[in-house]
């Protein structure tokens, strides 16, 4: 690939002698890796080798036809970029409590099912995007994941700054010029220029400032971009530092993971270039917000959306509990038609964000009431919280989990899965769970979501 003129100078006056290095690195193949969901599985990729910095984090021999692999919708993984799996040092760090966390700028997901499985028991993630088409991505991925304590919301930072103190930890991977991804994204070469750096730069402040009022003071804010200039990175620390308030905070690292300083002093801030890490560009600071500050004015409430209809708990189908693992944890609700099940310990939370952001998701359904019957919802096979008991199981091979995938007629004859009565089930591959069917006989209606269908003709 041909760098840009402006960028070879900048960079290499940033890094003198080094730069060489890093230019030879962009023309190198990148890195394929994932990050393992111990929550639904214990085995690692074939011939992978384990990412330093992540415990569940995974170099890849070659990349992998992930579309066609069932474990990947089952939520079995998360293809991520190696760098960016550092934010695990951060929280293993500084976060030993349960905690209220909010994941800024959050699509399509990587940060979100990290922090899913690295916050401690009896957290509470809000996972936000302000673009709508990129929050229901987002909360496809968290659907797939698994976790029960998650909230999607769609607002503009300026919105959710005026939940006044309301979380202990933000972590904000904000939009930026996207160097640290040149060689992943060869498009991006084109597209860059000096003017998108400082757009980004003056955006990336603004989006800091907009969110600040939502930090606790003693909260931590974890700072993140994939790009190496200093204006969106070392400059924009200073600017949370000296600015809104804060103290950056140092992380510990290895030697040999041959991760990189601060190009200015700005406080303890961690790099990653692909010449001295295996993974592509990425910048991190943690800091924690000082002072006790109060916000003046009054608390931001959204229009009011049309309420959902909402029935007392005695209108719920019998036995729905059931098919949690804990339903002692969870408030059943019937809201419409729609069964929900929310985090007893999360209700006041629940409430508060539903009356100030627009929620895409929140808590867990269970299912949805058609007639008589009550069709389970695809994001009750997909969590951890399913009661696996309380239904029929039938195992596919890869080719007949694909055909599902695709939202195929999915024909069910012979084999152990004859003796399964009619009704709705549970369609697994390699013991994990893709989605329910309603078997008829020797068939069954395909249940999985359509949005979601895999829409590729190639296998």
Not at 9 to 24: F, H, K, P, V
Not at 264 to 279: I, L, Q, S, V
Not at 397 to 402: G, H, L, T
Request: aromatic residues 8%.
């Amino acid at each position: 690939m041909t760098l840009p003129d402006a960028f070879v100078l900048r960079t290499r006056a940033l890094l003198g002698e080094d730069y060489d290095g890093l230019e030879a690195a962009l023309q190198a193949a990148p890195v394929a890796s994932l990050r393992m969901n111990r929550d639904k599985i214990a085995t690692t990729p074939e011939g992978a080798e384990a990412i330093a910095w992540c415990e569940t984090g995974y170099y890849l021999p070659q990349r992998m036809a992930f579309t066609f692999d069932p474990l990947f919708h089952a939520g079995a993984y998360y293809v991520q970029e190696a760098s960016s799996m550092f934010l695990e040092q951060a929280i293993r760090t500084y976060v030993r409590e349960p905690a209220v966390c909010l994941d800024l700028c959050a699509a399509p997901g990587g940060k979100s099912t990290h922090l899913c499985s690295l916050l401690p028991g009896g957290s509470l993630l809000v996972a936000n995007e302000v673009i709508r088409s990129r929050a229901h991505i987002l909360a496809e991925n968290l659907t797939k994941w698994g976790n029960p304590n998650v909230i999607v919301s769609c607002n503009d930072p300026a919105d959710v700054g005026r939940l006044t103190h309301f979380f202990d930890l933000i972590v904000a991977d904000v939009p930026c010029s996207g160097e640290g991804m040149f060689r992943k994204d060869p498009a991006s070469v084109g597209q860059w220029n000096l003017s998108n750096v400082n757009l980004c730069a003056a955006r990336q402040r603004r989006i800091l400032k907009d969110a600040w009022g939502a930090l606790k003071p003693g909260g931590l804010l974890a700072y993140s971009t994939c790009t190496y200039n200093t204006e969106e990175n070392e400059d924009n620390l200073a600017y949370i530092v000296e600015t809104l308030g804060a103290e950056a905070l140092a992380i510990s690292t290895e030697t040999d993971w041959g991760v990189s300083g601060a190009l200015k002093n700005a406080g303890p801030a961690y790099r990653f270039f692909p010449h001295r890490t295996r993974g592509e560009g990425f910048f991190l600071a943690l800091v924690r917000k000082t002072g006790d500050e109060e916000r003046v004015g009054e608390p931001f409430r959204r229009k009011a959306a049309k309420e959902k209809r909402r029935l007392s708990p005695g209108a719920l189908p019998a036995g729905v509990g059931s098919r949690l693992l804990h339903p002692e944890d969870f408030r059943i609700e019937r809201c419409g038609d729609r069964i929900e099940a929310f985090p007893l310990c999360h209700q006041e939370y629940y409430r508060r964000l539903g009356e100030t952001l627009n929620l895409v998701s929140a808590g867990l359904c269970l299912g949805e009431i058609k007639g008589k019957d009550l069709l389970p919802a695809h994001s009750l096979a997909m969590s951890r919280e399913l009661n696996r008991d309380s239904f029929d199981a039938i195992a596919l091979s890869r080719e007949e989990a694909i055909q599902y995938l695709r939202k195929e007629a999915l024909p069910l004859a012979g084999g152990s899965n004859q003796s399964l009565s009619e009704g709705h089930a549970l369609v697994t591959y390699r013991g994990l769970p893709l989605g329910f069917v309603k078997r008829l006989g020797n068939r069954a209606n395909n249940l999985y979501p359509q949005q979601w269908r895999i829409r590729s003709s190639h296998y």
